[in-house]
């Protein structure tokens, strides 16, 4: 069945970077894109951005000059790496399936990022 | 960006009872909307895409409406498991766009 896991490092000092790798299995990411979403405890969803079959990416403004997604088809895994962040980027960070019917049909369980000193 | 509008941003309303949540985009949005349920401590689950569209084996209490800005989730009666917080979702253009949810409380 189609599953989405998220590792990231929990606790990311500010200033630093973050990296979150998403595994994916019960399909290939030849086959769907796969979005970002992230939201901060307590709070509403945020979309980051998205990688497509084919590679190619968008970012949302708001973000673009720190972030970066990218991906390894042959290991089934998503990359999201964002630059310089600040409290405020504490959230639960997402991957979600892209489909043709419901956009957002399947999500990871999410991960937490913490960031603070 | 598109701005979706999400009212109310919380709520109560008894067993049964009909509810309608609301969601208005900043511009047209050609009827790429979908609702989302979130329960504590779980990943958000889409319920409507499309507007109006129901995902498989989502119950069918559950409906979408609307077009062009103006779109509306209604529960037709309202059972306890139903609590959560709903969020609406643009995906007409980039960037997608969530509305800022509506926390739904049984009375």
């Known amino acids: 069945q189609v599953q989405l896991k998220e590792s990231g490092p929990g606790l990311v000092a500010p200033s630093q970077s973050l990296s979150i790798t998403c595994t994916v299995s019960?399909?290939?990411?030849?086959?769907?894109?796969i979005s970002w979403i992230r939201q901060p405890p307590g709070k509403g969803l945020e979309w980051l951005g998205v990688?497509?079959?084919?590679?190619?990416?968008n970012y949302n403004s708001a973000f673009m000059s720190r972030l970066s997604i990218s991906k390894d088809n042959s290991k089934s895994q998503v990359f999201l790496k964002m630059n310089s962040l600040q409290t405020d980027d504490t959230a639960i960070y997402y991957c979600?399936?892209?489909?043709?019917?419901?956009?957002?049909?399947?999500w990871g369980q999410g991960t937490l990022v913490t960031v603070s000193a | 960006d598109i701005k979706m509008t999400q009212s109310p941003s919380s709520m109560y309303a008894s067993l049964g009872e009909r509810v309608t949540i609301t969601c208005k985009a900043s511009?047209?949005?050609?009827?790429?909307l979908s609702w989302f349920q979130q329960k504590p401590g779980k990943s958000p689950k889409t319920l409507i895409y499309r507007a109006n569209r129901l995902v498989d084996g989502v119950p069918s209490r559950f409906s979408g409406s609307g077009s062009g800005q103006d779109y509306s989730l209604t529960i037709s009666s309202l059972e306890y498991e139903d609590m959560g917080i709903y969020y609406c979702?643009?995906?007409?253009?980039?960037?997608?766009?969530f509305g800022g949810g509506t926390k739904l409380e049984i009375k």
């Open positions: 511009q047209d949005i050609n009827s790429y």
């Open positions: 979702l643009q995906y007409d253009e980039f960037p997608r766009t």
């Open positions: 990688i497509w079959t084919g590679g190619g990416t």
């Open positions: 979600v399936r892209e489909g043709t019917g419901a956009l957002f049909a399947y």
């Open positions: 019960g399909f290939s990411l030849t086959s769907y894109d």
